[in-house]
């Protein structure tokens, strides 16, 4: 069964920065894209990266120059790196494919909350 796992949420303060990994249950590069969404309390999930088999990524405008995405095939694991956080980052993240996600790859994500 495939499964993605996020993990690396937090608590942290405006300005400051967290990783979060996506690792998957199989071969990573079973995948063409993983995309990185979000969903805020009230709000519908949006996609926020996303990282191709090849390491191209996107960045929705809101995260654009705050937020990077890398990827780690030796270990199946994908990464968001996000700097400069502010209030409106807060989030449970989840990682699935790309751009169109799979109902069943929905994980239990990782929750980043950014407070003062």
Known sequence: QVQLVESGGGLVQPGGSL?????????INTFIAL???RQAPGKQRELVATISRGSS????DSVKGRFTASRDNAKDTAYLQM???KPE?????????APQPLDYLWGQGTQVTVVS
Do not use: H, M, P, R
């Not at 990783?19 to 071969?27: E, G, Q, R």
């Not at 990524?57 to 929705?60: D, H, I, L, N, R």
């Open 35 to 37: 995309g990185w969404y």
């Open 83 to 85: 700097n400069s956080l």
């Open 57 to 60: 990524t996107t960045f929705a």
């Open 19 to 27: 990783k979060l990994s996506c690792t998957t249950s199989v071969n």
């Open 89 to 97: 980052d807060t989030a449970v993240y989840y990682c699935n494919v």
